[in-house]
């Protein structure tokens, strides 16, 4: 099993910043993506941004040049740096790893983009 625990989402004004922390314990050989997903209210979850084990990236392109995900594979940490937020951005935002052929997610941290 895989544990997931988020951490660095708030109320943040347009055009503000924030910085998403998920980090990974338990079974945690094997490891390949990790990445973002959010859900809006009344809307699908979306994927945000993904990091491969090797370190290539994909954004979704609302969010493309404003956001950016990294990892530190010694500390099993997932981060999404959060530019230039937008009212869209408002989201409960999930982390997940794929480890092997399994997904784990994580419990969400909200994101609120207000004035």
């Known amino acids: 099993q895989v544990q997931l625990v988020e951490s660095g989402g708030g109320l943040v004004q347009p055009g503000g910043s924030l910085r998403l922390s998920c980090a990974a314990s338990?079974?945690?050989?094997?490891?390949?993506?990790m990445g973002w997903y959010r859900q809006a209210p009344g809307k699908q979850r979306e994927l945000v941004a993904t990091?491969?084990?090797?370190?290539?990236?994909n954004y979704a392109d609302s969010v493309k040049g404003r956001f950016t995900i990294s990892r530190d594979n010694a500390k099993n940490t997932v981060y999404l740096q959060a530019n230039n937020l937008k009212l869209e951005d408002t989201a409960v935002y999930y982390c997940?790893?794929?480890?092997?052929?399994?997904?784990?997610w994580g419990q969400g941290t909200q994101v609120t983009v207000s004035s």
């Open positions: 997940y790893v794929l480890r092997i052929i399994r997904t784990y």
């Open positions: 338990g079974v945690i050989d094997n490891i390949r993506n």
């Open positions: 990091i491969t084990s090797g370190g290539s990236t």
